[in-house]
């Protein structure tokens, strides 16, 4: 394991995947993957640290390396923490304090100057996309983009009190995401779904009413979900937080939704799971016992699937962060799940 992803391991943010279990799968992980991704009954549940590949072209500079501290290519300042195994931007280097003047003090990079395809050839020998899908990663959604670089209680000022601003920059940061996702497409590696990463909400509620989200992020965010599937690429939306009431809008955007276990995935899964698959979580504490036994861990997958996996579109998104866990964790979400659709 290298330097980066063992800061990312202790932090708790990404599993462990050194030694990954052998599993017989009956068709390439890539495959039953696309039948979750379509809304169709899979072989099995996936899981889906160990069944994609995740990757992020050097090029983008979107941020810096996840694990590392440094400036985006619009100056916002990252800072790499620890003990949260998680970047911020420290309020004090905020470029635009004032969102009002995003025209002046957001620079659009000139993505027509940026060469995407440079390490390329590298990067095929570790894409390979032949077994596994390849998910890509557009980070800093348009709303979360605005609290890396202006003040939050002034963002909500200004979403309450400048509409028209808004929208004009909804749609121009709409514009030029589905510009960068042409250049990443079309340059860099073979990328099967690509994950629109936007945080919406705290651990309570959303941090915007539907009316409000619907009014100002819903039609530009939908510009890029539908410029992605024109590609024939797949929409993962990305969102933390407790926001069931955004839901509705996610089912119309994306193929997959990565949800917190705050949400209610039992009613949201009933509501809408003719049209998105949803990721499932397990109990954090339980997994960082140090003590858990391998019976606990094998409850856990079980309810989980139980509960979430009837007839498709769950997606297992826990592993844990040792080997003992993680290789529960997948051979019994393999052979369970299995089981139970067969």
Request: glycine fraction near 6%; charged fraction near 25%.
């Amino acid at each position: 394991m290298d330097a980066n992803t063992e800061k990312l391991v202790k932090a708790g943010t990404v599993p462990m995947r050194a030694e990954l279990p052998k599993i017989d799968y009956p068709v390439p992980p890539r495959e039953n993957m696309k039948l979750i991704l379509e809304h169709k009954k899979p072989l099995w549940v996936p899981v889906m640290f160990a069944e994609n590949t995740f990757c992020q072209c050097p090029n983008d500079g979107e941020r810096p390396p996840l694990t590392e501290s440094g400036k985006d290519w619009f100056g916002a300042t990252w800072r790499f923490v620890d003990e949260a195994g998680a970047q911020m931007v420290p309020p004090e280097t905020h470029i635009c304090p004032d969102p009002a003047d995003w025209r002046e003090k957001l620079i659009f990079p000139d993505l027509d100057a940026i060469d995407f395809s440079k390490g390329r050839e590298e990067a095929l020998l570790q894409y390979d996309n032949s077994q596994k899908m390849n998910m890509y990663v557009m980070q800093n959604g348009m709303f979360e983009r605005l609290l890396d670089i202006a003040d939050s209680e002034e963002v909500f000022v200004w979403l309450a009190t400048e509409p028209e601003d808004v929208i004009e920059y909804a749609n121009a940061m709409a514009d030029y995401k589905i510009k960068l996702i042409d250049k990443v497409l079309d340059a860099w590696v073979p990328i099967d779904f690509v994950a629109i990463s936007d945080d919406w909400g705290t651990q309570r509620a959303p941090f915007m009413s539907p009316a409000m989200y619907e009014k100002y992020f819903f039609g530009p965010t939908k510009r890029l979900a539908d410029h992605i599937h024109s590609r024939g690429k797949y929409v993962n939306m990305h969102s933390c937080g407790k926001i069931d009431q955004l839901v509705p809008y996610i089912a119309q955007l994306a193929d997959l939704w990565e949800g917190q276990p705050m949400n209610d995935h039992a009613a949201l899964k009933k509501a809408h799971g003719d049209k998105l698959a949803f990721t499932i979580n397990l109990d954090g504490k339980l997994l960082e016992k140090p003590d858990v036994t391998e019976g606990e861990i094998v409850s856990a997958v079980r309810r989980a699937i139980d509960a979430y996996g009837e007839n498709g579109g769950m997606v297992m998104f826990s592993m844990g962060t040792n080997p003992f866990v993680t290789e529960i964790i997948m051979r019994e979400t393999f052979e369970y799940s299995r089981k139970k659709y067969a």
